[in-house]
Nanobody, 115 residues
Framework: QVQLVESGGGLVQAGGSLRLSCAAS????????MGWYRQAPGNERELVAE???????NYADSVKGRFTISRDNTKNTVFLQMNSLKPEDTAVYYC?????????WGLGTQVTVSS
């Protein structure tokens, strides 16, 4: 049974920082691209950042220079360090794992940035 469990969300003031974590189980973690997506009310879910199984990273233009994705393959965990947060970063953040054959989602964690 595959599980992706996010943690670390919360309420923060603009300019502050949060660190999200996603612990994965039931998959061969190192073989999967791990990503963070977000969805704000009324908006579609969008990619924030991803860390491929090959070691590459990709970021949405809106978070480049502020967010950093990392992964620890020994702990089956992916992180998202979010700095200089803005009110427009407010959303539910979802952990995602994907391979050429499978895709899984976590249940999400709320991030709220107050102005």
């Amino acid at each position: 049974q595959v599980q992706l469990v996010e943690s670390g969300g919360g309420l923060v003031q603009a300019g502050g920082s949060l660190r999200l974590s996603c612990a994965a189980s039931g998959i061969i973690f190192s073989s999967y691209t791990m990503g963070w997506y977000r969805q704000a009310p009324g908006n579609e879910r969008e990619l924030v950042a991803e860390f491929t199984s090959g070691g590459s990273t990709n970021y949405a233009d809106s978070v480049k220079g502020r967010f950093t994705i990392s992964r620890d393959n020994t702990k089956n965990t992916v992180f998202l360090q979010m700095n200089s947060l803005k009110p427009e970063d407010t959303a539910v953040y979802y952990c995602n794992s994907r391979s050429p054959w499978r895709m899984y989602w976590g249940l999400g964690t709320q991030v709220t940035v107050s102005s």
